[in-house]
């Protein structure tokens, strides 16, 4: 009996036997996809017919591991390689013939080399144009993890894309169906953005988290105006509304970052009197106090981010009772904020029990972020604390103004 063998290639190719009464051998109709990466492991659906006794599938040269899932249907997995190579199906019993049209290519890993311009406001919506290699009509744009508008790509090498609302220094990436580019320290998006921080003894620790989180002083400021003693209750003390209208007017920020209460656990002056701490009164005033603060921001054109008190310690001098009432006023306070939000941090010290813990987690390192007296944060704290507050300004910073 003479061994026939037949080859089936890439998107067609079928072949007949030479011997008229041999039925004809395999045939290849269409792969899916037609191309992957030089480093091998796309998964490619091959149809034709003629696939059931198959014994070998080859991407050129080299041998792929593949699946019969029927005689019309078979996958298999590129191996790697480079250039444009024929895909080879060897059924039991024939002899092998080649095509040489519809191939599978292999492409490089995209790479990004420049992104220009490189800085914009963290309103986003600049267009800029990513150079680099190996891009393709399917490329994606992410800076940072957030994705770009991509609105042309006009060839492998360049694309143009719409930047998205953010903070700080961003990565810039480029994905394809080949993968994704290396992200590098040469190629970055920096968002020009100015950051306040207001508050008590707390809000100036919790400047220290930002300036390790968001270093590039060249487009963007962290300036912690933040002061010991004081709080919203005693405006005879310090005029936090008076003061934080001059620092809008001199600075101005693009956000403000707010965290008080530390020193606030005392009776409140109203109209009607003087209203002691946990009674209603005194939380209709307090929460008035926290509006009007936001509402100086807001009108003045930046963006409020305002934090919750941290869980306290059992030693700590300041009640968890009234960290939570204080917690639930500023939200509640920020609620009906057009231009900002609220960030509770009062998960980031507690247990899964529900008790008190000084540590956080930073990354897959667990660090003591509370002070001895169990109120203050450590810088440790205070980096998990902004990391927290950054994902809500990267949701806020739609809103501020190009």
């Known amino acids: ?7 089936a290639v890439a998107m ?10 041999t039925p004809p051998g395999p045939a290849v109709s269409s792969i899916l996809p037609a191309h992957g990466p030089t480093t091998g492991g796309t998964d490619v659906t091959i149809r034709g017919s003629g696939f059931d006794n198959a014994t070998n599938v080859e991407f050129g040269s080299q041998p792929a591991q593949f699946k019969v899932l029927s005689d019309a249907d078979l996958s298999a997995v590129a191996p790697a390689g480079t250039g444009t190579v024929a895909i080879t199906v060897t059924v ?6 080649t095509s040489s049209s519809n191939r599978f290519s292999y492409r490089k890993v995209p790479t990004v080399r420049s992104v220009r311009p490189n800085s914009g406001t963290a309103a986003g919506r600049t267009t800029v144009l990513v150079q680099g290699t190996g891009f393709g009509p399917d490329a994606r744009v992410l800076v940072g993890t957030r994705p770009a508008r991509v609105v042309e790509v006009k060839n492998l090498d360049a694309l143009y894309a719409i930047i998205p609302a953010g903070f700080g220094m961003q990565s810039v990436r480029v994905v394809t169906s080949n993968g994704a580019s290396v992200p590098l320290k040469s190629v970055r998006y920096y968002y020009r953005s100015k950051i306040l921080v207001i508050g008590d003894s707390l809000g100036i620790d919790l400047g220290w988290g930002f300036t390790p989180t968001l270093p590039d002083g060249r487009y963007l400021s962290v300036t912690d105006n933040a002061v010991g003693s004081t709080g919203l209750i005693r405006s005879d003390f310090y005029n936090w509304p008076m003061k934080l209208k001059a620092e809008l007017r001199s600075l101005p920020p693009t956000v403000v970052v707010a965290l008080f209460g530390a020193n606030d656990e005392q009776p409140i002056s109203t ?23 936001a509402s100086i921001v807001v009108s003045s054109g930046a963006i409020i981010a305002w934090v919750g008190l941290p869980r306290m310690g059992p030693r700590a001098d300041i009640s968890q009772r009234f960290a939570s009432q204080v917690d639930t006023l500023d939200q509640a306070a920020l609620r009906s904020t057009t231009k900002g939000g609220f960030v509770s941090i009062a998960k980031l010290f507690t247990t899964r029990s529900g008790g008190y813990t000084p540590y956080v987690r930073i990354g897959g390192t667990i660090a003591l972020g509370r002070q001895p007296d169990e109120v203050h944060i450590t810088p440790a704290g205070a980096s998990a604390i902004d990391t927290v507050v950054l994902a809500l300004l990267f949701e806020l910073a739609r809103t501020v103004p190009k």
Not at 12 to 21: I, M, Q, V
Not at 274 to 282: D, E, L, M, P, S
């Open 271 to 293: 109209k009607k009197g003087v209203a002691q701490v946990g009674t209603k009164a005194w939380g209709v005033a307090y929460e008035a106090r926290v509006r009007q603060l």
């Open 92 to 97: 039991r019993g024939d002899s092998p013939t």
């Open 1 to 7: 009996m003479r061994l026939r063998s037949l080859v």
């Open 12 to 21: 067609g190719g079928a072949f007949l036997a030479a011997c008229g009464a």
